[in-house]
């Protein structure tokens, strides 16, 4: 989830934890250990676009690691502030450290809990920033804030905030499931041959959803609307992967292919070869257009290759932004 949500949800983990003891500081310190797990962003200045992409949401999303730096980070803060004890402190930082990836593992990209095991979880039932799970949840918070250390009313805010939060997040789990039914039908329906479907809100909501559909020789891309009146419409995107040519033998983007977990596409443009992966889907409402979130221009240089993020455009965001209130009303 975004920085913002994962602040909001280390504050309330660590005041629900330690609060009654040493007030408005637990929120403080919870807020902080929710960031620490996304960190690992900073591997992308010391090393290349493919490894930092395997870095992403990997060790330091794990079990391991709060188990391992909630005791460190415990022992730590037991030395400073006797108010609690160490068992207390460790708990504290355990319990906002892995509650950062079982959020995350929600979403798309997901998370190695099980780091080092090479399993990734990704539910795919929220987007990364959804301001109806985050922003009642803040709202709680901040009357939690504003009342007494150890009173009952504090309590009874900051529990709200997590119980409502908690169950949007189910809410959205049993859309997820109604809408993966809506597309298996429309294949159903118009006699699509598939071997593989995934579905996903998109940004910002849990009203419209997308799904990609792998046949034979293409992705197809639909979207589904809760307010939609018109039968699914699927767009094909042709896999085009023997474009690759030899590029396919090297490391890099094998690496890469495995990252998409298969889902994804090859695009020849006059600049280059880029591999596009469909896992979080276009920068337009529009599925027919080839304009995808993620994609990676493929360049050989002597006998490395080097892979490079294609950057987002802002303009391309706004008009995403505004396409999608007008196609979550409805086709």
Request: aromatic share 12%; proline share 3%; net charge positive.
């Amino acid at each position: 989830m975004d920085s913002v949500t994962q602040i909001v949800l280390g504050a309330a983990v660590g005041e629900a934890v330690l609060g009654k003891k040493i007030g408005n500081k637990a929120m403080v310190l919870g807020a902080i250990a929710g960031t620490i797990p996304d960190l690992d962003v900073l591997s992308g200045h010391f090393t290349d676009t493919v490894t930092a992409l395997e870095i992403h949401r990997g060790f330091t999303h794990s079990i391991f690691f709060a188990v391992v730096f909630g005791l460190l980070f415990g022992w730590l803060l037991s030395l400073w502030d006797k108010r609690a004890t160490l068992k207390e402190w460790s708990w504290f930082w355990f319990l906002c450290f892995v509650t950062h990836p079982l959020l995350d593992s929600h979403t798309t990209w997901g998370t190695q809990l099980f780091w080092p095991l090479d399993i990734r979880l990704a539910h795919k039932n929220i987007f990364v920033i959804d301001p109806l799970y985050t922003l009642p949840f803040l709202v709680f918070l901040i009357l939690a804030m504003l009342q007494k250390r150890g009173s009952i009313k504090r309590r009874r805010f900051n529990n709200l905030g997590l119980i409502v939060s908690s169950s949007y997040m189910l809410l959205t789990i049993i859309l997820k499931g109604i809408t993966y039914y809506k597309f298996e039908s429309a294949l159903k329906n118009q006699n699509i041959a598939y071997t593989a479907l995934e579905t996903k809100p998109s940004p910002m909501n849990t009203i419209l959803w997308t799904a990609n559909v792998e046949t034979e020789d293409a992705f197809l891309i639909g979207d589904y609307s809760f307010f939609d009146t018109k039968p699914i419409q699927f767009s094909p995107h042709q896999k085009n992967h023997e474009a690759l040519g030899n590029l396919r033998e090297d490391a890099k983007v094998q690496r890469l292919i495995k990252i998409t977990q298969g889902w994804y596409t090859v695009t020849e443009r006059p600049d280059g070869i880029y591999l596009n992966d469909l896992r979080f889907g276009m920068m337009s409402v529009d599925q027919r257009v080839e304009k995808y979130a993620f994609s990676f221009l493929l360049e050989k240089e002597g006998n490395n290759l080097k892979v490079t993020e294609e950057p987002k455009d802002t303009r391309d965001a706004k008009k995403l932004l505004s396409g999608l209130w007008e196609r979550i009303k409805g086709n």
